[in-house]
């Protein structure tokens, strides 16, 4: 029976966890598998948001427009803002930048405004 008061994404992630495995959405969405698990039965701790936003552009179709690349899936901006400075890729040196920078899709931004 599906919960209709469960969230879109969350919904979302149990399918494609019950499609492929809970390892491989991990993977896909770069998160641990802890994080999947403890979601999936409403007791993750931390907060949830950016699992959400990385399901939402993972699965949902949800994009965000890099200053760097343009539209992007939501969840390969979150990966991009994880990598570390390449300084011999000038197209990573400009991620870096960005997404560490006054990027409007930051998490570090949005961080700093919550505080």
Do not use: F
């Not at 019950?18 to 969405?29: I, M």
């Not at 403890?38 to 399901?55: I, M």
Request: aromatic share 4%.
């Amino acid at each position: 029976m599906i919960d209709t008061n469960e969230p879109r994404w969350l919904t979302e992630l149990r399918a494609q966890c019950e499609k492929t495995s809970q390892r491989q959405v991990a993977e896909k969405l770069s998160v641990s598998t802890a994080m999947i698990s403890l979601a999936l039965k409403g007791t993750y701790p931390g907060n949830v948001e950016k699992l959400q936003r990385a399901v939402r552009g993972a699965y949902l179709g949800e994009t965000v427009n890099c200053p760097v690349l343009g539209e992007l899936e939501t969840n390969k901006c979150l990966a991009y803002q994880r990598e570390k400075l390449s300084a011999v890729n000038p197209l990573r040196v400009q991620l870096y930048r960005s997404c560490n920078g006054n990027c409007p899709n930051s998490e570090k931004n949005r961080e700093k405004s919550h505080d």
